[in-house]
């Protein structure tokens, strides 16, 4: 079933695919409308798109929060609600990290997103997505913003075909390792690096005379297809997360939650 959904964006740069989808609700290839664009840096241009729309905009300066928690860290608050043994048993982003350097991350990290959530507040969504945005999120937001674990609502854009070269230079990872194939992933966040359950993907040649530059416009131009796509299949309610479990080569059992699309037939019937 269709449904006009209200969509946040989180961008960090230029914003090309927060365009791109804002592009895709006023031609009604999107049945929603983008209530809130936010960035975690000053002068994300993106943003400046948003706001020639009348779209509310805002920032949280990731940087400097980073920066006066280094410097004054006895003289910052956490949110009430902090619990770093509870994020520390459940993130998956930096599992064998210092364990100094990691609980440093996970308070700056949870203060910024405290902040975060209270500037998204105003402006209530069905469907978070993360456009260009170059964060890792901890538990601690996922969790205030997916309150059903099996109706996740943060949805992330990745440039490669994942679960090849997660992190943050996806298309530079694929061209210096020299791959003939590049693409992109949507997917849902889950507590690790772009490893949620991926919703739809697409890929694109890589000739031998590409650049670095002309691999990231194939797949910059496959992104703007691909993430409108799936974020009206959320809207048609055609998404359903699925725990499965499988056996591995040893006969250990694998446990994964994976993503299925429903076809307009079976929501019908």
Not at 90 to 114: D, G, M, S, V, Y
Request: with cysteine; proline share 6%.
């Amino acid at each position: 079933m269709k449904r006009s959904i209200r969509i946040g964006v989180l961008i960090s740069g230029t914003g090309s695919n927060l365009k791109a989808i804002i592009n895709a609700c006023e031609t009604n290839r999107i049945d929603g409308r983008v209530v809130f664009a936010g960035a975690d840096r000053f002068g994300a241009k993106g943003l400046e798109h948003a706001e020639k729309l009348n779209i509310p905009t805002f920032v949280v300066n990731y940087a400097g929060i980073i920066n006066q928690f280094m410097q004054y860290p006895d003289k910052q608050i956490l949110p009430d609600d902090f619990d770093l043994q509870e994020i520390l048993r459940k993130q998956a982003i930096a599992e064998n990290e210092n364990p100094a350097r990691l609980n440093t991350f996970l308070k700056t990290r949870c203060i910024a997103e405290a902040a975060l959530l209270e500037q998204m507040a105003p402006y209530p969504f069905d469907l978070l997505v993360l456009a260009g945005y170059m964060r890792n999120l901890t538990p601690y937001f996922i969790e205030r913003v997916n309150t059903d674990p099996l109706s996740p609502r943060i949805m992330n854009i990745h440039p490669t075909i994942l679960p090849c070269f997660p992190g943050t230079d996806g298309y530079g990872d694929t061209f210096r390792y020299g791959c003939k194939v590049g693409g992109c992933t949507v997917h849902f966040i889950d507590y690790g690096e772009d490893s949620g359950p991926i919703i739809g993907q697409r890929c694109f040649p890589i000739d031998e005379n590409d650049t670095l530059e002309t691999v990231k416009q194939k797949g910059l131009e496959q992104e703007w297809a691909l993430f409108p796509h799936c974020i009206q299949l959320f809207a048609e309610n055609r998404i359903q997360v699925v725990k499965t479990t499988h056996p591995d080569k040893s006969g250990k059992l694998f446990h994964r939650t994976i993503v299925k699309i429903v076809h307009l037939q079976e929501k019908e019937t």
